[in-house]
């Protein structure tokens, strides 16, 4: 299971949103978090991604949500739910 899945939300060959779906229906990828790094906030708002952030923001910022959804799912892990955000 990769620790989390980075997705450009301008993608050439289809959309983030069907990439997530993709990811989510596969039983081995379901439950790795999902970062979309898009041009546009709603590029991965309603896809099933745990977080987006927009195109542009420094390195920085983008390892420490990396960081952050890898803690959530080692958490997770620990209490032995799927680590999922909801809101």
């Known amino acids: 299971l990769p620790d ?3 997705i450009d939300g301008s993608l050439e ?7 997530c779906a993709w990811l989510r ?5 379901d439950k790795a978090p999902v970062l979309v790094v898009s041009g546009a906030a709603e ?6 991604a745990d977080r ?5 923001r420094p390195f920085s910022e983008i390892a420490r949500v990396v960081a952050e959804l890898i803690e959530i799912r080692r958490r997770a892990s620990l209490n032995g739910s799927a680590g999922r955000r909801t809101a």
Request: aromatic content about 4%.
């Open 4 to 6: 989390c899945i980075l």
């Open 13 to 19: 060959d289809g959309t983030a949103a069907g990439f």
């Open 25 to 29: 229906a596969d039983k081995k990828l």
């Open 43 to 48: 590029d991965g708002a309603d896809c099933g």
């Open 52 to 56: 987006t952030l927009l195109k542009g």
